[in-house]
């Protein structure tokens, strides 16, 4: 059974530009969130998704925005990047049978020259 | 606003050695995890702690939950150097599928 996959592993963007991440999430799991993770910080939430919709947002500004398609896998994209995202995103799936338990991915390590 | 604080945030201890890592959260909420991230690494889950009271162990580590004084411990016994690694706590709302708070994370060096 795999576990969360997420790509690209590593990803280098200049400053103005846009990426999209992606995440699969643990099978039988329906619910997939995105967090941000700056070198020597803790994550912080930057959205959840569940039934191809946004359930929850945390204090990211409009710059970043999501998807989740029928398949439950979902995308994250950052347009304009900034320096500043320059950051570790994990994607966390859980639900069904995973209950409250989140499972990480194993991250895409975004570099803004 | 939910907030998650940990301390100690930096903790140097001795191999064979027992010590506490603190977690305090700001509003009401009767779930909390515990997660181990390795250098360079992603999150791995080690507890999920679910009602008042709860106290789970695994190997050297064992967590407790007390949401009247939203206050959960990590408690370490007899530490061995593969316990190295930064330690996260994360609250959620309490509301099912709330979104999930981290603490600023505790990194734990244990020395031979």
């Known amino acids: 059974d795999a576990g969360v996959t997420q790509s690209p592993t590593h990803l280098i963007k200049t400053r103005g530009q846009q990426v999209t991440l992606r995440c699969s999430p643990k099978s039988g799991h329906d619910t997939v969130s995105w967090y941000q993770q700056a070198l020597g910080q803790g994550p912080q939430f930057i959205f959840q998704?569940?039934?191809?919709?946004?359930?929850q947002r945390g204090n990211f500004p409009d710059r970043f925005s999501g998807h989740q398609f029928p398949n439950y896998s979902s995308e994250l994209n950052v347009n304009a990047l900034l320096l500043g995202d320059s950051a570790l995103y994990l994607c966390?799936?859980?639900?069904?049978?995973?209950?409250?338990?989140?499972?990480f991915g194993p991250g895409t390590r975004l570099l803004v020259l | 606003e939910l907030k998650v604080e940990q301390n100690p945030l930096f903790l140097s201890m001795q191999e064979g050695k027992n010590y506490t890592i603190y977690c305090n959260y700001s509003t009401t909420s009767d779930r909390l995890y515990w997660y181990r991230q390795d250098p360079g690494k992603s999150l791995e889950s080690l507890f999920v702690?679910?009602?008042?009271?709860a106290v789970k162990q695994e190997g050297r580590l064992m967590a407790s939950l007390d949401t009247k004084a939203r206050l959960s411990t990590l408690h370490i016994t007899a530490a061995v150097h593969d316990l190295s690694a930064t330690y996260f706590c994360a609250v959620d709302g309490g509301t099912s599928y709330d979104k999930v708070i981290f603490g600023p994370g505790t990194s734990l060096s244990v020395i031979p």
């Open positions: 966390a799936s859980s639900g069904g049978q995973g209950g409250e338990t989140q499972y």
């Open positions: 998704y569940y039934e191809e919709e946004e359930r």
């Open positions: 702690l679910l009602s008042n009271g």
